[in-house]
């Protein structure tokens, strides 16, 4: 009974420790995954489109986002200098981070 209560409780624990670590992926991670497997799948030239639609959709968002990010960097801001220095160095960051994601998407 003692070893059966061990073993229990040492699967339990091994079970909450995996499902913490799952959890612990962050979204961007999971959609990467999720978007790796659905490229793989595809295996007829209909499911090839589509993933290549979807990529290529993806790829034009973040474009766009990534427009929007460095018109905000470069337009005019209230506030204390420090300030929109930091703000502008960020969203020309967020942009260059996102055009470098569209382009890995453009390759499909």
């Known amino acids: 009974m003692k070893n059966f209560t061990k073993s229990l409780i040492l699967t339990l624990t091994a079970l909450t420790i995996s499902a913490s670590s799952l959890s612990a992926i962050d979204q961007s991670t999971k ?8 490229i793989e799948t595809a295996t007829t ?30 337009g005019p801001r209230a506030g204390k200098v ?7 160095k960020d969203l020309l960051k967020k942009a260059a981070r996102l055009e470098s994601e569209a382009k890995s998407y453009q390759k499909y």
């Open 31 to 38: 959609i990467q995954l999720l978007e790796e497997a659905l």
């Open 45 to 74: 030239p209909a499911q090839m489109n589509a993933v290549s639609a979807y990529m290529k959709n993806v790829a034009q968002e973040k474009l766009e986002l990534a427009k929007e990010y460095r018109e905000r960097a470069n």
């Open 82 to 88: 420090a300030y929109k220095n930091a703000e502008k």
